[in-house]
């Protein structure tokens, strides 16, 4: 099975995108589509995680966390850099209005991560900015040729000595539990860890978000779901799926919310 114009990797972010819009997906990752624009929520998003993902590793290294001081420099340096180096308009938002703004709204976002994160949970740093990739198989056990690839924020082991894995996310709105139900990306997550052994088939896996809510006052939600066994067997049954239907060229428009912040309005309506 083959993906034209692609590569060999697929991602959980990208079959969710594919559930959501297949036509979305098509022009990402099959046409290779130029986008009209970038959100500056998606460009914030990646220095705040780049901010998180350098105090997680500072930590794990020397057992101290960086200062707020110090992670807020890395998230101003990553987020101006990428503005400058994009090739593409930026799409900027009424709260996120110019590049003062959105380095003002980061900062205040790590602020509240940095007063935060002194009330965390307790667990051993397992891992940090872990890249995972495992072959997806068919319902024969062969081989598709095709990698699930993803990274894996941060690994922690609780005290009871289970594993819990965290995903870091910046979102405008409040997390619901339908969100965390439907969510993929964290049984793609599950499905990695116990790809590459790090739990058992049979073992239960706690997952969760740390969201930085983007809002005059940011607050940091922390959310948290199992992924359990036959979680994991659902999700390979849907990338399957996906798969079937991305080498069929299946590709059509799917209307809704998510078509505000399309970087592909265009080519779309030309479609």
């Not at 009209?36 to 930590?59: E, K, M, N, Q, V």
């Not at 602020?111 to 900015?129: K, P, T």
């Not at 969510?183 to 706690?206: C, K, R, V, W």
Request: proline share 4%; charged share 25%; aromatic share 6%.
């Amino acid at each position: 099975m083959t993906r034209e114009n692609s590569d060999k990797n697929l991602s959980g972010e990208e079959i969710q995108t594919y559930l959501a819009c297949s036509l979305r997906y098509y022009f990402a990752h099959v046409a290779r589509h130029p986008p009209d624009f970038i959100p500056i929520t998606h460009l914030l998003d990646g220095a705040i995680r780049a901010s998180i993902d350098h105090h997680y590793r500072t930590l794990a290294d020397s057992r101290k966390s960086p200062s707020l001081e110090d992670i807020q420099a890395v998230f101003a340096t990553t987020l101006t850099s990428e503005l400058a180096e994009t090739a593409v308009p930026v799409h900027f938002t009424r709260t996120l209005s110019s590049l003062e703004r959105s380095l003002s709204m980061g900062r205040a976002m790590l602020e509240e991560f940095d007063r935060a994160r002194h009330e965390e949970r307790d667990v051993e740093i397992e891992g940090v900015g872990m890249r995972l990739s495992a072959p997806i198989l068919d319902s024969r056990g062969a081989e598709t040729g095709l990698d699930l690839v993803g990274v894996v924020d941060l690994l922690g082991r609780q005290e009871d000595g289970r594993l819990l894995a965290i995903g870091q996310r910046t979102s405008p709105t409040s997390y619901s539990l339908e969100n965390l139900d439907d969510d993929l990306q964290m049984s793609a997550t599950a499905f990695l860890l116990e790809a590459n052994g790090y739990i058992t088939p049979e073992e239960d896996l706690l997952c969760g978000y740390d969201v930085l809510r983007i809002s005059r006052k940011p607050i940091l939600e922390l959310h948290f779901a199992w992924r359990l066994s036959q979680d994991r067997v659902r999700f390979l049954r849907i990338a399957r799926a996906a798969l079937q239907s991305i080498d069929r060229k299946t590709f059509i428009p799917h209307h809704g919310r998510h078509c505000l912040d399309c970087p592909h309005l265009t080519a779309c309506d030309r479609w």
